[in-house]
């Protein structure tokens, strides 16, 4: 399951919260190349020297070590310092979220809205190259229109639609008119609450009866007049 609240606390999302699991699984695939991967044992290597007996390590680590040991001698102890192999593991868990437009900063320091770009771009990339045939991964998006201006919406509700015909269960929850389409009537579901009870409702049963009819319905049924689907009742006037 990968849950895209909306955006509290930005250090948070991005140290350990789905920017951070995003990121994970996105260098999973990215560790994988060969290049990166002689890279990371030639910085393997030069870590094993560094953890190599006291005749081989560096002088300066060695002499470090030693004159802490001196020091530790009433209590029988020697003193050694071992350094993480596991590149892998640092490289996933050490890095920072530098981006440039125009003004090169951290991530954290840029708009709300660019910011759940970001998560988005990580989720395509994520969804782009799996290779696991049998996806079973739930992706609940909590008001995706957030920061973002009409045009970013509608690509947001496009690319949505393109990542659930990818065996992802897409859920989100919305108060934007953009993200409520006549053509896609089926998966709207209105949730109310009444009282202590909450009343989902969805139609599930084909409303056209041709292709015209549907034609002319999601013609008529524009961005303006979908904000129906957000009323309690609605008029018609002949």
């Not at 260098?27 to 002689?38: A, E, G, H, K, R």
Request: with cysteine; glycine share 2%; proline share 3%.
């Amino acid at each position: 399951v990968v849950y895209i609240p909306p955006l509290k606390d930005v250090s948070e999302e991005f140290s350990k919260g789905v920017v951070a699991k995003l990121l994970k699984e996105s260098l999973d695939n990215v560790l994988n190349d060969p290049t990166i991967m002689w890279m990371t044992n030639q910085i393997r290597e030069g870590i094993n020297n560094l953890n190599a007996g006291a005749e081989n390590r560096p002088t300066a680590l060695w002499e470090f070590e030693h004159a802490i040991s001196r020091c530790m001698e009433d209590w029988g102890a020697r003193f050694r310092i071992n350094f993480d192999t596991n590149i892998e593991n640092i490289l996933k868990s050490s890095y920072s979220l530098i981006v440039d437009d125009g003004v090169e900063s951290s991530v954290s320091s840029k708009w709300h809205g660019f910011q759940r770009n970001l998560i988005f771009s990580l989720l395509k990339f994520r969804n782009e190259h799996n290779n696991n045939q049998n996806n079973k991964t739930i992706l609940l998006f909590e008001e995706p229109e957030l920061y973002l201006h009409p045009q970013a919406q509608r690509r947001i509700y496009q690319e949505l639609k393109t990542i659930s015909e990818n065996c992802i269960f897409v859920g989100f929850t919305t108060h934007s008119n953009l993200f409520v389409k006549l053509d896609d009537y089926q998966n709207i579901c209105k949730i109310k609450k009444e009282w202590v009870q909450t009343r989902i409702t969805q139609v599930n049963e084909d409303l056209f009866w041709n292709n015209r009819d549907r034609f002319n319905l999601i013609q008529y049924i524009d961005p303006s007049r979908s904000e129906m689907f957000f009323a309690d009742k609605v008029i018609l006037v002949e």
